[in-house]
């Protein structure tokens, strides 16, 4: 069945079994930052995207359930050619680890920063959120 999905900005139209899940369908298309940390179990939070701005956890989601809705990879950022605020403030944080699950948590800095400006305590992840919105140039 064809589908379509806004990705990133950009409207494609995409083939996907009935079955199959976001996570998988986003990995075949290229999105290799949508990772898998647990099977598709929903507890690791690295196939982590955000769904008309919310975080979700792509393997728990039938690629077929999303169809007409705007999905954000972290590949959204690498169109700018430059790092955002988030990836400089990961990156002056000293939070950047392996690197498998940094484009998930960055996802969700970002919606939490949406939802929350003015959060300041730590969350999920064990993320040193206190340092990372500290880092932010502005926000
Ligand atoms: S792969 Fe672990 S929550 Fe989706």
Known sequence: MKILLNINGLNREVEANPTEKLRDLLQREGFVAVRNGCDGEGTCGNC????????????????????GKKIHTIEHYSQM???????EAFI??????????????????HELLERSPDQRRPIGYHLPLYGIRTDLPSH
């Open 48 to 67: 982590s995207v955000l769904l008309n701005g919310r975080l979700v956890n792509s393997c728990l989601l039938l690629a077929a359930q999303v169809e």
């Open 81 to 87: 050619r430059e790092l955002n605020p988030i990836q």
């Open 92 to 109: 002056e944080s000293g939070v950047v680890q392996c690197g498998y699950c940094t484009p998930a948590m960055q996802l969700g800095v």
